[in-house]
């Protein structure tokens, strides 16, 4: 339901994971800041960034986007922002094989730490190096499908290439699986999670920075 006292609809918070040097990062500055600078620096801990977009049917949604290190001695640091998550980003870089074999362990997290039923799609960043490209989207696709008919993109943060898209695809998946749950669950409070009027999953924890 449409909050009178908010400027948006929704407020869905997703999680970017992967191996380190993916491309997590710059992902996230091109979506929320439409820059890309190849110095980014590693990740420590968590990052996050706020960007609003609207879907389809008119809804304003706000993201509150979570960038979290893939390095393994942040793990236990990012497991707790797993929690809550509305969808949560799995990514790869195409030029790195290793970073697609270990999709299978970053979903296994998700199966340790976060909700049930989380949505998640696959991205495989780095597409434009074409010459490099490891892991082909057919793969990819196979991958997914055997994982539960994932949704897969190929983005590049350089080229700002499908790198929207894939936030807009989470949004509206979130979205519909909203609508779904609250249909096979209607009358049964206890199995809804509450994702309009701009509530978070948080217990009202809200953002203490902005970039």
Do not use: P
Request: negative net charge; hydrophobic residues 35%; aromatic residues 8%.
């Amino acid at each position: 339901m449409k909050n009178n006292s908010s400027d948006f609809d929704y407020l869905f918070k997703l999680l970017l994971i992967g191996d380190s040097g993916v491309g997590k990062s710059c992902l996230l500055l091109r979506f929320a800041d439409n820059s890309y600078n190849s110095d980014y620096i590693s990740t420590i801990g968590v990052d996050f960034k706020i960007k609003t977009l609207k879907l389809d049917n008119d809804k304003i949604v706000k993201l509150q986007i979570w960038d979290t290190a893939g390095q393994e001695r942040f793990r236990t640091i990012t497991s707790s922002y797993y929690r809550g998550a509305h969808g949560i980003i799995v990514v790869y870089d195409v030029t790195d094989l290793e970073s697609f074999n270990n999709l299978n362990n970053w979903l296994q997290e998700i199966d340790k730490f976060g909700t049930n039923g989380v949505t998640k799609i696959i991205v495989g960043n780095k597409n434009d190096l074409v010459d490099k490209k490891q892991v082909t989207l057919e793969m990819a696709q196979e991958f997914a499908k055997e994982k539960g008919n994932l949704t897969v993109l190929e983005t590049s943060a350089l080229s700002s290439e499908n790198v929207e898209q894939a936030f807009i695809t989470m949004a509206k998946e979130i979205k519909q699986q909203m609508d779904k749950n609250e249909q096979l669950n209607e009358g049964d409070e206890s199995n809804k999670i509450d994702l309009s009027g701009g509530k978070s999953l948080n217990g009202g924890a809200g953002v203490n920075g902005c970039c």
